[in-house]
């Protein structure tokens, strides 16, 4: 079975930073896609991030642009979320999230991680 889990939540305060990681088992890591998705109070659930494992490439959301990057780890099958300056609008829940090639979307979840941002 495909398993992720997340880490690395808590509370901070505004303009601080933060660092969730992911571990995947039971997945082809090797040259998928992992996405970091978060759901804010009252919002639904929106994409922030994502990395393909293969050669590393990049997207964020533009709400993240320049304050959150995302990394992987492929000798640990983990994929990490680095988020600074952090605003009060980034409270939430955020997952990690896996990507299923046949069906051309992101099929696999973590349980989440609470983000408090004060």
């Known amino acids: 079975d495909v398993q992720l889990v997340e880490s690395g939540g808590g509370s901070v305060q505004a303009g601080g930073s933060l660092r969730l990681a992911c571990v995947v088992s039971g997945y082809a890591y090797g040259g998928n896609c992992l996405g970091w998705f978060r759901q804010r109070p009252g919002k639904e659930r929106e994409g922030v991030a994502s990395i393909w494992t293969y050669d590393g490439r990049t997207s964020f959301a533009d709400s993240v642009k320049g304050r959150f990057t995302v990394s992987r780890d492929n000798a640990e099958n983990t994929v990490l979320l680095q988020m600074n300056a952090l605003e009060s609008d980034g409270t939430g829940v955020y997952y990690c999230?896996?990507?299923?090639?046949?069906?051309?979307?992101?099929?696999?979840w973590g349980q989440g991680t609470q983000v408090t941002v004060s």
């Open positions: 999230a896996a990507w299923r090639v046949l069906s051309g979307s992101f099929v696999y």
